[in-house]
C-alpha cells in the first residue's frame, strides 16, 4: 500500500472555507520507503492572506504566492497522487475538508481520498486523555527536536516520522497502524466525508458539529457535563417544561439524571405524558423524585438536590418526596414507545442565546461530577 503523508497551509477559512496556499506531502510504501521525497507545492490562494496567518503561520513572504498557480491547476496533481494510496494526516480530517473546499469553489469534481489520521492514533496508542500537538508528538516519539516553520512538507515528514517510530516501536508497519486502528480510518463520497463508524457529513455544510464530552467505558449511559447525553436532557427537559406550561413540575435526583440516562429520559417521558413540567431545582417543583445509586466503588453516592428536598418538604414547602418506582408505577409507558433520543438533537430543539450551553452544569454549582449524587 502507498502512503500520502500530507498537510495543508490555508490564508484564511473566512465563510468557515479553508483556501489553500500550500500542499506538503511526502509518497511512501508501507515500509516507509519514500517513493516521492517531500515538496511543497505553492498555491495562490485567490484570496486574502487573514492577518494572523500573514504574521505568523507563514514561511515564506506572501508576494511569492502571486505568481504561483490557483488550486484547479494543481488539482490534477493532487489527483495523480493521492489515486492508489491512503491520504495520511495529523487531524487529517480538516485538511480533507479544505481540500473538498477547493473543489466546491472551483467547481471541480471532488477528490476520492482514503485517508488516516495518525493524530488520534497516536492518542490511541500513547493512552493520553487528549490529542497531542504535532510537534510534541514528534519530540516524544522521535526524540530529537521539532521544525518549527509552519511548511507543509515540513509537517507531512514529521507525520510520516512519528508514524514510523510508533510502528517501529510496536514491530510493524503503516499498514499494521491502520489495522490497529481502523476507527480512523476514513474515505469521501462526493464532497461528503467520514470515518468508519461515522455517519458522513458534507463538507459544503458549514454549520458547527458539536463537540460532545467523550464518556468512558463503564459511563455510556451517564449524563456527565458536556456530554452527548446531558445535551439530549437539557432539550427534551425544555421542551417537556414548555409543552406544560404552567402546569406542576418534577425535579429528578441526580442519583438519576446524571447516572442513570435511558430511566431518566423516561421519566421525562411519563412526565410530557402526564402534562407535567420539569424543574432543576428541587425549589421549583411539586414532586421530587429520589433514586439510589452506587458508584464504581460500590458506594451509595450522595445527593445534594435530595438533601434540598427534603428541607423544603420538613420546612412545610409544598413539595412531595416519591420514591423513583412509585412514580412509574403511577405513570405507566404506553407500548411502543419512540426511544430514539438523538432525535432531540434536530435544530427545533436547539436551546436559545443566552440559555446554559453544553460544557456548563446546570445552574451555577461547581461541585465536580465524581462529587454529585
Not at 412526565?271 to 451509595?300: H, N, Q, R, W
Request: charged share 35%; hydrophobic share 35%; proline share 4%.
Amino acid at each position: 500500500m502507498k502512503y500520502l503523508f500530507f498537510d495543508i497551509e490555508c490564508a484564511n477559512c473566512f465563510d468557515r472555507k479553508g483556501k489553500i496556499f500550500s500542499f506538503g506531502y511526502v509518497l511512501t510504501d508501507e515500509k516507509f520507503n519514500v517513493l516521492e521525497p517531500r515538496e511543497d507545492i505553492l498555491v495562490d490562494p485567490d484570496a486574502p492572506f487573514d492577518w494572523y496567518v500573514a504574521k505568523k503561520m507563514m514561511a515564506y513572504d506572501k508576494k511569492e504566492f502571486r505568481t504561483k498557480p490557483r488550486f484547479d491547476r494543481i488539482y490534477p496533481r493532487i489527483k495523480e497522487l493521492s489515486e492508489g494510496a491512503v491520504a495520511a494526516g495529523y487531524n487529517v480530517a480538516a485538511d480533507v475538508v479544505y481540500l473538498l473546499d477547493e473543489c466546491d469553489r472551483y467547481g471541480l469534481e471532488p477528490l476520492k481520498l482514503d485517508f488516516f489520521d495518525v493524530q488520534q492514533l497516536e492518542q490511541k496508542v500513547s493512552g493520553e486523555k487528549n490529542v497531542c500537538k504535532l510537534s510534541l508528538a514528534y519530540e516524544k516519539w522521535c526524540e530529537r527536536p521539532a521544525h518549527d516553520t509552519h511548511r507543509s512538507d515540513m509537517d507531512a515528514e514529521m507525520t510520516m516520522d512519528v508514524a514510523a517510530a510508533i510502528a517501529g516501536k510496536l514491530g510493524t508497519d503503516m499498514d499494521g497502524l491502520v489495522a490497529l486502528a481502523p476507527e480512523y480510518r476514513g474515505r469521501t463520497d462526493g464532497f461528503f466525508y467520514g470515518y468508519a463508524q461515522d455517519e458522513k457529513r458534507d463538507s459544503r455544510d458549514k454549520t458547527p458539529k458539536p463537540r460532545f464530552r467523550k464518556l468512558k467505558e463503564g459511563q455510556l449511559n451517564f449524563s456527565l457535563r458536556g456530554s452527548k447525553n446531558a445535551e439530549i436532557f437539557a432539550r427534551y427537559a425544555r421542551y417537556v417544561d414548555g409543552k406544560a406550561g404552567g402546569a406542576p413540575k418534577i425535579c429528578l435526583s441526580d442519583n438519576v439524571e446524571m447516572f442513570d440516562f435511558e430511566r431518566s429520559m423516561k421519566l421525562l417521558a411519563r412526565a410530557e405524558l402526564a402534562g407535567l413540567g420539569y424543574s432543576y431545582k428541587p425549589a421549583g417543583a411539586s414532586v421530587f423524585v429520589t433514586a439510589d445509586s452506587i458508584d464504581d466503588k460500590g458506594k451509595p453516592r450522595k445527593c445534594s438536590k435530595t438533601n434540598k428536598a427534603k428541607n423544603i418538604a420538613a420546612s412545610g414547602g409544598e413539595l412531595k418526596l416519591v420514591d423513583i418506582a412509585s412514580f412509574e408505577s403511577s405513570y405507566p409507558l404506553p407500548e411502543g414507545l419512540d426511544t430514539d433520543w438523538d432525535r432531540f438533537l434536530a435544530p427545533e430543539y436547539d436551546r436559545k442565546d443566552g440559555e446554559a450551553k453544553t460544557g456548563k452544569r446546570r445552574g451555577k454549582r461547581k461541585r465536580k461530577d465524581k462529587d454529585r449524587g
